[in-house]
């Protein structure tokens, strides 16, 4: 038996349910089951056992083409947006773009400046966007501690659509953490320590940003990208000091998509000449996932590290399968559906492949079943009216997951950006690349991430094949693993799941402090 909501739910009873379901919100017209209801339906809907029954009914009525009802596209470890403050004391949001347009950069400079946090100098306010639909990027800024005037900047992109980039700052690379009383605490190995840090919340609608219509939701990562060149473009304007420094971008799991679109639009509109151009040397890639023709290849590796049987690994082959094949026929919202099925899931209608057949309530580290609490305490410290006063939020919103935004970009999620790392890999500029991966990851397993690299079409692929696996230490600890080709870096992290940050802060400020000497 399953659970679903905390009630037990027999194999027949899921059956009838999905019945029921796909009876209900099919049209007269397109009652004729298509061939792919049918292939699994013959396969799997005479199995008895609840594995087979629930999942099939699960993915069965994901493939329909009705659109999950509002609120129903919560993922794992991906919290439903915040309500919005009652607090009427939070002061106003800061709109730094009338500044610059004035003239007034030095101003709003001054005014962003985030007071009495952790004796940490930084600065945060909002950026438009988008002025027809009043599209807004929030951005936290936090100059380098030890030789600010010459450190690199790196730009941090938050993960999965809706999510966040404000969970990296408490959670991976930040100079400060939370605890369960709401007391901000110092992290021992801040990448601020060395670098000035970046944080945009990077899709309108994920964190703080916000936008007045849908219409300015991003649909695809070209979307995402001209956002923030915009925003990076005004932040430049802001922080003209900042402009001649070495400039780095860096995100995981599906911000690398991110990652390569703004460094890809930052090299395209470099090569125009603009107004103010940005010093681009590298990107940071942490388990992602660009590819995913390359990467859909879930079933293997859990049954090889013991987490599924032979059946759960057929079950995960044939839902690979079916996932390919609509990316072949690029029906890209039909692979979102299924593709998302195996690990993400959708709690309020089905839990995940991965989740009803190995108990696991997290994905981010195999090595832990219960993702740990202290992931969520920023939010809650958000919230204060003195914390969003100081960060001159006033009460906008703030959204830890974005559905609607998560939603917006599902066709965008199962196409490849696997042809910009190409293209940037090989470009005069000479861009120093970054792929580091978790050995732990069940979400982007480091395996698939391999195969990408494998599958990679440059100059130095054939070199890459050949090239030499060279132990990684840090303070004679055995930390990881890599290989150096040319500009790109492959690092494989010992001990360390999807948020490698999280797991092992240590060995990824040596990472990052390697990488961008």
Avoid at 30 to 52: A, C, N, Q
Avoid at 98 to 116: D, M, Q, W
Avoid at 380 to 389: A, T
Avoid at 442 to 467: C, D, N, Q, R, Y
Wanted: with cysteine.
């Amino acid at each position: 038996m399953g659970y679903h909501n905390n009630i037990i739910i027999s194999p027949l009873l899921r059956r009838r349910v999905f019945v029921y379901s796909l009876a209900k919100n099919t049209k007269k017209d397109d009652m004729d089951i298509p061939r792919i209801y049918k292939h699994f339906y013959r396969i799997f809907i005479s199995k008895e056992s609840w594995l087979f029954g629930a999942l099939v009914s699960s993915c069965l009525l994901l493939l329909t083409n009705v659109p999950l009802a509002e609120g129903q596209r919560s993922t794992p470890g991906r919290t439903t947006p915040v309500e919005e403050s009652a607090a009427v004391n939070s002061g106003d949001r800061l709109i730094l773009t009338p500044f610059l347009n004035n003239g007034s950069a030095r101003e709003g400079r001054e005014l962003s400046r985030v007071k009495n946090m952790a004796s940490t100098e930084s600065y945060s306010g909002f950026l438009i966007v988008n002025d027809t639909f009043n599209s807004n990027i929030f951005f936290w800024f936090f100059p380098a501690q030890y030789q600010p005037k010459t450190a690199p900047i790196i730009l941090w992109l938050g993960g999965g659509p809706g999510v966040t980039t404000l969970y990296g700052l408490f959670n991976a690379n930040g100079p400060f953490f939370v605890d369960d009383k709401n007391v901000l605490h110092r992290r021992d190995s801040p990448w601020s320590l060395t670098h000035s840090l970046l944080y945009m919340d990077s899709l309108v609608g994920a964190g703080f940003s916000f936008t007045e219509d849908e219409a300015g939701y991003a649909r695809t990562v070209e979307d995402v990208s001209r956002d923030l060149y915009t925003a990076l473009v005004q932040f430049f304007q802001l922080f003209p000091d900042f402009q001649s420094r070495e400039f780095y971008i860096a995100g995981e799991s599906y911000a690398a998509k991110y990652v390569l679109a703004v460094a890809y639009k930052i090299h395209k509109e470099n090569l125009k000449s603009p107004f103010i151009p940005i010093n681009l040397r590298g990107l940071a890639m942490g388990a992602p996932f660009i590819d995913p023709y390359n990467q859909l290849d879930y079933g293997n590796f859990f049954y090889n590290i013991g987490l599924i049987g032979e059946q759960e690994q057929s079950f995960f082959h044939e839902l690979e399968k079916v996932t390919l094949d609509l990316i072949r026929k690029q029906r890209w919202a039909d692979a979102f559906k299924v593709g998302e099925s195996l690990m993400v899931g959708y709690p309020l209608v089905a839990p995940s492949y991965f989740k009803n057949v190995t108990g696991f309530r997290y994905i981010r580290n195999y090595h832990q079943a219960v993702g740990p609490e202290d992931r969520h305490y920023f939010i809650n410290y958000l919230e204060q009216d003195h914390i969003r006063r100081a960060i001159h939020v006033g009460n906008q919103q703030f959204s830890n997951f974005n559905d609607t935004v998560y939603y917006a970009m599902h066709e965008d999620v199962y196409q490849s950006a696997k042809f910009l790392l190409e293209e940037l890999l090989d470009t005069d500029n000479n861009y120093k690349v970054l792929i580091y991966t978790g050995q732990l990851d069940a979400l982007v397993p480091h395996t698939t991430v391999t195969t990408m690299i494998k599958s990679l079409k440059w100059s130095g692929s054939p070199e890459f094949h050949l090239a030499d696996r060279v132990i990684w230490r840090v303070n004679n600890d055995v930390a990881g693993y890599t290989k150096t080709v040319k500009n790109l870096v492959y690092l494989i992290m010992r001990n360390a799941g999807n948020v490698a940050g999280y797991d092992q802060p240590l060995w990824t400020f040596d990472m990052v402090n390697r990488f961008t000497v």
